[in-house]
């Protein structure tokens, strides 16, 4: 938490009332989520940990030319708490309250706003007025109404139908003068360090670049489709060449998913991201708010690459901490579980029959059960796809959303080879929940010779005959098997790639959890984790 400031008869105060003002207010939508002040001044913990170990324990709050730049501030929670630090570091060395106040803001913190209306927020919040030159402002030198905290309307640039700089959809996004546009400064151009000095009127190098910014943008698909954005402002960040960079994201970007394939390459790539604190279920720390795979946020430090320490919280549980490689030798998402790491180590091992130091984390194809798994849409059918109610000579049954139909067999333009073969159907979804323990996989079943289905599920064969199928079903409802896909999975939706670490069995036997834990060696408090986070499916239909 933040530390008070206690400095006798102050004419004014950062926080006046109980409860704080930030604490209380709403979310404007799961793009634009309202940072609460615990989790604020627990990244800027982080910080101030990481400065101190970098500069011989000195303190970041009791430096007057250090810069601090929210570029994506929503409430200006990030810039009232480091005010709020500022003020106590720097009292021995600007002794005079109204003249430290003015120092602060003026030369040492500043801000984006990324609507109107948040902008005003946040000048609110860390000036006491909305105009920085007014009456009751606390800062008393500037020359211009929004202080050090900018906003300006900023229009997409259209390149067909898509925003060129974040995909912004132009059906969506080009609006009347009374609406917002949503595109934001920071990310709308291709030479941001000229832009901030034409924004601050000065060129200013920030130290740090803090904050949480928007996640995503609709891009116009079919049905809720959202394009992620966020990445955008970490590479711009990037571009500012700052100390430090601590951010709040989404976590998806450990598996990658839409959009978001080459920002994880770079990011894994990246040895100054120095710790990942993760929460899997987003409302630990924004409460009412689900973000689907869980939100992180983490600490970039220009100067120091090296491990990443991971921090990983999980509700009640302890908490799990791990300094290790920020990609595993052949792994190509990031495996944000600390446990998850030492079990699939095991796993590879007995696999490859390799020790476990010399693992990596690369199945060879004729290990792989993903390669039974079959692609999104096996069939053609996409989700919407109804087929007919009757059935008709030489029809085959149609496993679809809300049900089953017939469809006939000229109509499948997908895989036609399986069409007559065994094989288990699973629904590509999962559960809509984050919290644990948790299905991970919704329930498999049967699909016999002369069934297919629509997008709604992907196949897993083809098999020899009814006994090797509800084997392979057996082995799905294992935890183990559910949490190696876990280690893959950021989100609802479940791919072929998601089964990446999961090795293929012997399916002339069923296959149980007590049999796969004692093949693979693995331990009871790592069995404990597991279970943890995995719960029991339930027996299949008969």
Not at 302 to 329: A, C, F, I, W, Y
Not at 404 to 411: A, F, I, K, N, P
Request: net charge negative; glycine share 8%.
């Amino acid at each position: 938490m933040s530390t008070p400031i206690v400095e006798g008869k102050a004419s004014f105060a950062l926080r006046g009332h109980n409860p704080d003002v930030l604490t209380c207010i709403a979310n404007l939508s799961n793009d634009e989520v309202f940072t609460p002040p615990e989790l604020a001044n627990q990244m800027l913990d982080t910080l101030q940990d990481a400065w101190a170990e970098a500069n011989s324990g000195a303190s970041i709050w009791a430096s007057p030319t250090v810069t601090f730049l929210d570029p994506f501030t929503k409430s200006g929670v990030f810039l009232r708490e480091i005010v709020s630090r500022l003020m106590v570091g720097l009292a021995d060395q600007i002794p005079d309250l109204t003249e430290r106040v003015d120092h602060i803001l003026t030369k040492q913190v500043y801000g984006i706003g990324i609507t109107r209306l948040t902008s005003l927020l946040a000048r609110r919040s860390v000036y006491c007025s909305k105009d920085a030159t007014g009456e009751h402002s606390i800062a008393k030198s500037f020359n211009r109404d929004w202080g050090n905290i900018w906003f300006e309307r900023t229009e997409h640039t259209w390149a067909g139908n898509k925003c060129g700089y974040c995909g912004g959809n132009k059906a969506e996004y080009s609006r009347s003068e009374d609406l917002e546009t949503h595109a934001y400064a920071f990310i709308h151009t291709t030479d941001i360090k000229a832009r901030l000095s034409r924004m601050f009127g000065a060129h200013v190098q920030f130290d740090v670049i803090i904050g949480n910014p928007p996640y995503q943008l609709a891009d116009g698909g079919f049905g809720i489709s959202a394009a992620p954005i966020y990445q955008h402002f970490i590479d711009q960040a990037k571009e500012l060449d700052p100390r430090f960079i601590c951010v709040v994201t989404p976590s998806r970007w450990m598996a990658g998913g839409k959009g978001l394939d080459d920002f994880r390459e770079r990011t894994l790539s990246d040895p100054r991201i120095r710790t990942i604190v993760d929460f899997p279920d987003s409302n630990e720390v924004f409460p009412g708010t689900q973000i689907k795979g869980g939100v992180s946020y983490w600490l970039w430090d220009r100067d120091n690459p090296g491990l990443v320490e991971v921090e990983t919280h999980n509700g009640t549980q302890e908490v799990s901490r791990s300094k290790r490689p920020l990609r595993e030798n052949g792994a190509k998402v990031f495996i944000r579980y600390n446990l998850g790491v030492s079990i699939l180590r095991k796993v590879i091992a007995r696999e490859l029959e390799v020790e476990e130091d010399a693992v990596t984390f690369d199945l060879p194809k004729a290990k792989q059960f993903k390669s039974l798994v079959s692609s999104r849409r096996p069939f053609g059918f996409d989700t919407t796809f109804k087929g007919h109610a009757d059935e008709r000579a030489g029809d085959l049954l149609l496993h679809r959303n809300g049900g089953s139909s017939y469809v006939g067999r000229s109509e499948v333009t997908g895989s036609t080879s399986v069409i007559d073969s065994w094989k288990v159907f699973i629904p590509r979804a999962g559960s809509g929940s984050d919290s644990f323990p948790h299905p991970i996989l919704s329930k498999p079943f049967v699909g016999q010779p002369g069934e297919v289905s629509s997008e709604t599920y992907i196949y897993i064969g083809p098999f020899s005959g009814a006994d090797e199928t509800k084997n392979v079903i057996s082995y799905l409802r294992t935890r183990l098997l559910r949490f190696l896909v876990l280690l893959h999975k950021p989100s609802q939706s479940t791919t072929r790639e998601h089964y990446t670490f999961v090795p293929r069995q012997d399916f002339s036997h069923p296959w149980s959890d007590a049999t796969l834990y004692e093949m693979y060696g693995i331990t009871k408090e790592e069995v404990e984790f597991i279970e943890s986070m995995v719960r029991p499916m339930e027996a299949p239909d008969a």
